[in-house]
């Protein structure tokens, strides 16, 4: 596709639940990054991957979040257990890997019940 | 205190005026900057990549940034209504790390 998409858009989900999320990057970056935004927080860093390097995950805020990338393509983001607070919309973006432009996808709203 | 300093605004123009949106930020370290555009409940479109000192044009967009001061700048000519959104400034570079430290974003409302 032309842009990062990212599914599902909206998710609502009952505390405790695992949720996973998706992203697909722009075809042909080699970087992708996971972006959480919260109201009153602005937008923090969660995870990074760059083609086969180890992911830089120092933005995971805690072990229920993980995240892989299969191929070097597309991400999956879990969340287990989800908590009220892991409530926020979850973003991804992609760059080349030579630029540090990253573009963004529109997001998946998660509300946790 | 946050490495990125931004004020949330509400900030409002009438339609034509020049708008000016502002950082601050901490890490001397940083060596890009980037000012994304949100319109509500979308992702952070692009708008200006910087990575020196100076200023960058791109139409009625203009970014500045001054290092020495660790402050960066964008101003839009004449606004337009369609301009309404949430600014976020985003340095990034010379951290180690790849990921980029975000403002917590200006609303900007333009009226017609």
């Not at chain 1, 959480?36 to 927080?41: A, F, M, P, V, Y």
């Not at chain 2, 001061?69 to 790849?98: E, M, N, V």
Request: net charge neutral; proline share 5%; aromatic share 10%.
């Amino acid at each position: 596709g032309a842009g990062v998409s990212q599914s599902p858009s909206n998710k609502v989900t009952e505390k405790g639940k695992d949720v996973e999320l998706r992203c697909d990057p722009i075809s042909g970056h080699t970087a992708l990054y996971w972006y959480r935004q919260s109201l009153g927080q602005g937008l923090e860093f969660l995870i990074y991957f760059q083609g086969n390097s180890a992911p830089d995950k120092s933005g995971l805020p805690s072990d229920r979040f993980s995240a892989e990338r299969t191929g070097g393509s597309v991400s999956t983001l879990t969340i287990q257990r989800t908590q009220q607070e892991d409530s926020a919309v979850y973003l991804c973006a992609s760059s080349s890997g030579q630029g540090n432009e990253q573009f963004f996808g529109p997001g998946t709203r998660l509300t946790v019940l | 205190q946050k490495e990125v300093e931004q004020d949330p605004g509400p900030l409002s123009v009438p339609e034509g005026a020049i708008v000016s949106l502002n950082c601050t930020y901490s890490n001397s370290a940083f060596q890009y900057f980037m000012w994304y555009r949100q319109y509500s409940r979308k992702g952070p479109e692009l708008l200006m990549y910087t990575y020196s000192s100076g200023n960058k044009e791109d139409g009625r967009f203009t970014a500045q940034v001054d290092k020495s001061s660790k402050y960066i700048s964008l101003f839009i000519r004449d606004s337009q209504p369609s301009d309404s959104a949430t600014y976020l400034c985003a340095p990034g570079g010379g951290t180690g790390r790849r990921a980029l430290t975000f403002g917590s974003g200006t609303r900007l409302q333009v009226q017609p």
